[in-house]
């Protein structure tokens, strides 16, 4: 089996994470409508992901023995999407067709319509339970797939997430890892004025996980996070607490929650490129 | 809400023979299918000595995962297990496992349609003293909800057992309810059962009676006691309620020109609702329907619920004589 060719230099995974930045402006502005904000926050992490740690082969998405990666927080797709296009698994033009009538592109995750994902998401705090599934499954035929599970911050306050959290270290899941895309914010505003999650790493700690904590956009910090966590030996599962800026890349969006779930016009767009376009080298 | 006073109960001569309870045949299957397919994998939110989950986990300790009082979280790993080839079966009290599973059952069951089975025990009001809080009377119309599921309520043993093996050969979500008390036994170990097909007792043409689970049972004792009266009606057990046998609803209703339907759950969306809707697309005819009548129940015993709640023969009886007067 042949397995996806890794990226090696950091250079270049910054160059294909800002490519993914401007598919995610523009696929948002195409479609209308979307949730920005909390896909820009995760570029890095999936850009380390799909071209660095995860095992897996876009000639063969049903690979067995692959790595699987599900995103719990749905509303995050245009990123996934992205990552998808850039590693293979879809043509790039389709990227576009995102939210439109028949696109297997839709508004959140649907394995209906894009068989290659390894699940259907959008209401938030359930992909940790899959996730935990699909590494007991690993465990039960002795396979050495590891499963990689991202949540938001704000989508920690579902209660099933905390279900999951006892469960995984319990059952000594060290094939399994969550990731938490900590941008600090949800749709109405910051977690910290909504529902504070703090002290959030200390919570996955008294769980029974293994925590660190990196700046989720420096891949000086994800690349080692995420192979330590694949390569973990330990008795119990990895929670990586990734803090992400929402909307980091675009000056106007970062930091903003105006723009968690709104479509930039065409001139909001052009801004967006032209300062993304200065951030190359 | 009492049922309607003219639907006064009287005693029924026939008796029926009592069985096991489904729940226990549902263990018992299970442990069956252990046997038979290594990939057959059992969870349970902490009642799996209520469900009889446990009899397949003491047989396969290794393929079976208590996962504690947390029902979302484990209709969830049923997923994953599913999604990775596996062929999950996950219990609890039906009441917890369909509401509070619900967006779970919705988001990573029906929608992305996985190959995962629920099993909802003490379905209904018989549960009797422990209350409403553990009686589940939506269970039946929130599963029929799901689209691509399959929905079961056996009638008694033999079927639960037979209708347990076809879930697993059936590749798609499934849900089935089983009962906490003993249920009277109607069928024999040989009797064959299919998903989506009635099973029909007698060949009465005055009347069908159409019914799911425990109702099964008095609706035989009722077409006892109507042969006697002179009016001869037919029972169709309809164990799966999704997908509905609208051939055998548009046959009852074509031959006997009047259908009652019974079953122990809210007449919300349950049997009666569906088939109405298969009858009114098919074949139009008059029906009364057996069933609770928007409220939840209470504290007694299974008997006095049963019959305090307007479920047994006598009910299916006047429900009958109610409909003839109709046709």
């Known amino acids: 089996m042949t397995m996806m060719k890794r990226v090696e230099s950091v250079d270049e995974l910054k160059a294909l994470a800002l490519e993914m930045r401007e598919d995610i402006v523009k696929m948002i502005c195409a479609a209308g409508s979307g949730h920005p904000g909390g896909s820009l926050s995760e570029v890095e992490l999936l850009t380390a992901l799909y071209f660095r740690v995860l095992r897996h082969d876009p000639k063969n998405p049903q690979w067995r023995d692959r790595d699987r990666f599900i995103l719990s927080k749905g509303h995050g797709a245009p990123a996934l999407y992205a990552a998808l296009a850039h590693a293979g698994y879809i043509p790039r033009e389709m990227l576009m067709t995102l939210r439109k009538l028949g696109s297997p592109l839709q508004g959140h995750p649907d394995k209906r319509m894009l068989p290659i994902l390894e699940a259907s998401t959008g209401s938030l705090g359930q992909g940790i339970s899959i996730g935990i599934g699909t590494a007991l499954a690993a465990k039960l035929d002795q396979l050495d797939y590891h499963t990689f599970v991202m949540i938001g911050d704000g989508e920690s306050q579902e209660g099933q997430i905390w279900e999951a959290a006892m469960f995984a270290p319990f059952h000594k899941l060290n094939n399994l890892t969550v990731i938490v895309d900590n941008n600090r914010q949800q749709l109405d505003d910051f977690t910290d004025v909504i529902l504070s ?71 909001e767009r052009d801004a967006a490129l032209k300062e993304l376009e200065a951030l190359k080298v | 809400m009492n049922p309607t006073a003219s639907m006064k109960a009287t005693t029924t001569k026939f008796e029926l023979k009592m069985g096991k309870a489904t729940r226990e045949a549902y263990g018992e299957a299970l442990a069956e299918l252990g046997r038979k397919n290594p990939n057959v994998i059992a969870l349970d939110a902490d009642l799996a000595k209520s469900t009889f989950s446990a009899t397949f986990g003491k047989e396969f300790p290794g393929r079976f995962y208590t996962v504690g009082i947390a029902e979302a979280n484990m209709v969830g790993i049923a997923s994953g297990l599913a999604l990775s080839g596996k062929i999950p079966f996950a219990s609890s009290f039906a009441v917890f496992l369909v509401d509070k599973g619900y967006d779970q059952l919705r988001m990573c069951v029906a929608y992305p349609h996985v190959n995962a089975k629920f099993v909802g025990s003490h379905g209904g009001i018989s549960i009797g003293e422990d209350g409403p809080s553990q009686q589940s009377v939506e269970d039946l119309a929130l599963t029929c909800a799901l689209p691509g599921f399959v929905v079961i309520h056996p009638a008694d043993e033999h079927s639960a057992r037979a209708l347990v093996h076809r879930m697993a050969e059936h590749v798609g979500p499934c849900y089935m309810r089983t009962g906490r008390a003993k249920a009277a036994v109607i069928y024999s170990p040989s009797d064959t059962f299919e998903i989506g097909k009635a099973k029909v007792h007698g060949d009465g043409a005055d009347c069908a009676i159409i019914a799911c689970g425990f109702e099964v049972g008095y609706a035989l004792q009722a077409q006892a006691q109507l042969e006697e009266e002179g009016v001869s009606v037919r029972v169709l057990d309809m164990h799966t309620l999704k997908p509905l046998d609208d051939a055998a609803v548009a046959k009852a209703a074509r031959e006997c020109g009047a259908i009652v339907t019974a079953e122990e759950h809210l007449l919300d969306g349950g049997l009666g609702a569906r088939v109405a809707q298969a009858a009114a697309k098919s074949h139009p005819v008059p029906m009364e329907m057996v069933g609770v009548r928007d409220t939840y129940a209470e504290s007694a015993t299974p008997e006095q619920l049963m019959e305090k709640y307007g479920l047994t023969a006598p009910y299916i009886v006047q429900a009958v004589r109610d409909v003839l007067k109709r046709k």
């Open chain 1, 197 to 267: 999650l703090k002290p959030f790493a200390e919570k996955w700690k008294s769980f029974g996980w293994n925590v660190e904590e990196i700046n989720g956009h420096d891949f000086g910090q994800v690349i080692p996070a995420l192979e330590s966590a694949r390569a973990n030996k330990s008795e119990r599962p990895t929670c990586i607490i990734a803090n992400t800026v929402k909307g980091e890349g675009v000056s106007f969006m970062a930091n903003n929650v105006k723009w968690h779930g709104v479509a930039p016009k065409p001139e």
